[in-house]
């Protein structure tokens, strides 16, 4: 592996890790509706597991509605009974053509909660970069002793690949400063 696929290596997982912890952030209520709550709860249809959001548009109409529109009409007591065994203590509505759910206010105590799962799930993606950041210094070392490059070039990318490294971690912790005060704001 040359320098340069290093790099790119190092920065594309690094991405990759940002964009997982985008995604689980999405996950974690807010005081507000959010399609994201519900995308991917699993719901047994056609004989297999599958995300909601492969089954139903999902809409947020008003700020604590959630609002589920089924592709199949058939597929709405699937959808129902989904949600209804999903932990996220949500009582959907059924009116024969959509689900409306809404969505509670957070209590003080949840909001916690959520704040330090966020933490939570934000100090894992540092992990993540960190053993990226790792495996980069592996390779560059790796390069240096098999005399691929020189000990000033290698020390170069192992200054890039901690660029790269702060870089992202405070993308992480933006994410999940905003993430945040989205919980904790009414």
């Not at 995308?39 to 509605?65: D, H, M």
């Amino acid at each position: 592996m040359s320098a340069e696929e290093i790099l790119m290596d190092v920065e594309l997982r690094m991405e990759k890790a940002v964009s997982v912890l985008k995604e689980n952030l999405l996950g974690i209520r807010t005081g507000r509706a959010n399609p994201g709550l519900v995308e991917s709860v699993r719901v047994e249809a056609y004989g297999t597991q599958v995300p909601l959001k492969q089954l139903a548009t999902i809409a947020c109409p008003e700020p604590n509605q959630i609002v589920i529109r089924p592709f199949d009409p058939n597929t709405l007591k699937d959808i129902e009974k989904a949600i209804l065994a999903s932990d996220l203590g949500f009582t959907p509505q059924n009116d024969g053509r959509i689900i409306r759910i809404t969505v509670p206010p957070l209590s003080t105590e949840v909001r916690r909660k959520m704040v330090q799962r966020i933490k939570e799930l934000a100090e894992e993606a540092k992990v993540a970069i960190r053993n990226i950041r790792r495996d980069g210094n592996k390779s560059v070392d790796l390069l240096e002793k098999n005399k691929q490059i020189s000990e000033e070039e290698r020390d170069q990318l192992k200054k890039e690949i901690q660029d790269l490294t702060k870089k992202f971690e405070n993308q992480v912790n933006e994410l999940a400063k905003k993430r945040e005060t989205e919980v904790l704001e009414d």
